[in-house]
């Protein structure tokens, strides 16, 4: 989102906690500053790091998608800013006395619900709709350099993990290989297991429930010793965090399967890199070590599927193109890959394995393939 | 789906198989069926209940949708049905012999792959896109009278399960109860979970994850000895099958808790009565014992949440019309409910009530509407 025109741009960061603050002395320290600010006889401000394209980047060094240094200040005397500025301290006031202190947690629908009033004396309402109240969590968790899961502020869960891998998580001891045909299912907010075991040798994301089924029951995890994840489509935060925690707390590497198509390389790309929407939080979220095991276009060729390839329509080859063209995907073999797909003008799903056989993926074509290190990068 | 013109319904009920018989005797039957006719020097054909509105209707007596007994047939020599018989056929052998015989599960993209080909001496495809195999599955769990998980055939796998009760599945025990922030994800099938211990008093189905995630974290299945189970959502088929094996095999109670509006009150009755698309399997997939918990139009009123409703548009009003003119909508509790969002034209979320606090729906309002066995029918 771009920042409001009424907002003023600055490139000065003044934030003013210290960053290895713990969270809760982070949103107090915000409410005293707007408070003396109050007393001193001044109009209260909060800075807030501009989010969009415009202030989002590659950073070569870390390879992940990052945020830049433009600020953009909220002053509570300027009629243009006021309501934003109340709504933000709303909503900042909540998280701190009725999230974080009581040690609950709640959806961004909850936070709205229980915020939306109509102000005394007056026909306002603290907010008319959801997203008024949406964009100040996302504003907060910018401002104070943290995961909106930290704020107690949980995202819609989704995923299932299993494998060699014991948890303990709310006083339960959990073990992801013992899980039977289903999986542990991925709560929104992962911040608080604790990775008692990781024999793992790797770890596999699947973009799809149905891969992740039919290696689940070839025991693939355990003759592999890694661990399977899906999220089944695009990736929700808690499976992001997750595998970004078994990454850095366990040095496991990470690949990812997904299909052949820009859907697929686009779960790739947010899992790795970063979003865009999210690039505040990719030190937090993304992955750079991930690595893109499959399908690939010469996986196609290769193990003879492409009377099992799909036409690309018009919509793929523009994604494909504007993929092309990310400063993240300029590695020689991403740019020979989508190049592929543009010339071939085909897709191909990762069911596409199964015209060999439903084991061929669990027998064949990932042990090959991780025997060979035949990634992209 | 309404059955195409070129075939030619009946209404006498040929299926030879006994209806005892297991799976595979079934499709054996089947392909034995079309031999031995073949053999005679007659085309071969295959009965199939209609499926779509024209077949479907309400069975008072078991309180659930049901197919008619309208037949098309489905002809090897007629020039308009050998592409679907053929088709039919491939479908039925890979069923038994790549996925019954081998004790193999895959989905039906994976099946699509499997079958997609180009028959010999033509330019004919056995398939040309998933479209043309999806509905011969379809066709085969009706006329086995079974379900296609029985088949062998997934579908997409969704929910999350916790609370008091022990599953055996694939060689593990799994505690429902020591699953901590998270759940045991549901799998696409649940035909081969066995359930070892279920001390809970009754489940909870709950239409929205982050209901889910609220009453996990105050550990309400605890203090109430219940299941809690979500699907995030409309129902998933394995989702569903477990509410109707808990409500079956353990004569617990089933509430559903779902949003006041259109798509909340399908989902309820898709759980409870079956789906139209679904008429066939009603008897294995629903639970007409199931009763609605909220939240309801009344509620609102009750708790002093008026100003937490959203308008209803007019999409709205026109699905509350559709649903109240169902025959098994027709219970004076019902129409009531109905009437009163169509009079007042408003709808009303589960997360209204975090207007009263976060754990006001665990500490007060499911506790206080299951002590009054507040429920609609």
Redesign the interface.
């Known amino acids: 989102m771009a920042a409001k025109k009424t907002e003023t741009e600055s490139k000065k960061k003044t934030i003013k906690h210290a960053p290895g603050a713990d969270l809760e002395s982070r949103l107090a320290d915000l409410g005293q500053d707007v408070w003396h600010t109050i007393e001193g006889g001044d109009s209260p401000l909060i800075e807030i790091p501009v989010r969009g394209l415009s202030n989002v980047s590659w950073d070569k060094k870390t390879n992940t998608l990052k945020l830049g240094e433009k600020l953009l200040k909220r002053n509570f005397l300027n009629t243009a800013h006021s309501r934003k500025f109340m709504q933000t301290m709303l909503v900042a006031a909540y998280c701190y006395k ?1 999230l974080l202190k009581p040690n ?4 961004q ?6 915020l ?3 102000l005394a004396n007056s026909d306002e309402n603290t907010f008319d709709d959801q997203r008024e109240s949406d964009p100040c969590i996302v504003d907060l968790e910018v401002t104070l350099e943290t995961l909106r899961e930290r704020l107690h502020v ?1 995202a ?3 995923g ?1 993990v299993v494998g060699p891998a014991t ?8 073990r992801w290989d ?12 992962v911040e ?2 604790r990775f008692k075991d990781v024999s793992a040798d790797y770890l596999l994301a699947v973009e799809k ?2 891969a992740f ?2 290696l689940n ?1 070839d025991k693939f995890w355990e003759k592999q010793n890694c661990i399977l994840l899906t999220a ?1 489509g695009q990736f929700s935060r808690g499976a992001r965090r997750i595998i970004q925690r078994i990454s850095r707390e366990h040095k496991l590497p990470v690949y990812v399967l997904t299909d052949a198509d820009g859907y697929g390389w686009y779960i790739y790309s947010v899992i790795k890199f970063g979003s865009m929407a999210l690039a505040h939080a990719s030190t937090q979220i993304a992955t750079p070590e991930a690595q893109f095991i499959g399908v690939t276009l010469t996986d196609v060729e290769k193990h003879g599927l492409q ?2 390839t799909i036409k690309a329509e018009a919509e793929d080859l523009k994604r494909t193109k504007e993929i092309m063209q990310y400063p993240w995907f300029q590695r020689a073999e991403w740019q020979k890959e989508l190049k592929k797909a543009l010339e071939t003008q085909r897709k191909a ?1 990762i ?5 060999k ?3 061929y993926i669990t027998k064949t074509y990932l042990p090959q393939k991780i025997a060979d290190k035949d990634f992209l990068p």
Chains 1, 2 share one sequence.
């Open positions: 009725h609950l947690h709640g959806s629908r909850d936070l709205y619900y229980a939306k009033r109509t949980s819609a869960p989704k299932r948890i303990e998580d709310r006083g339960d001891t959990i013992k899980m039977g045909s289903g999986g542990w299912a991925i709560p929104s907010n608080d297991i429930d149905a089924e039919r029951e089944g009377k099992y799903e069911e596409a394995l199964s015209s056989g439903l084991q």
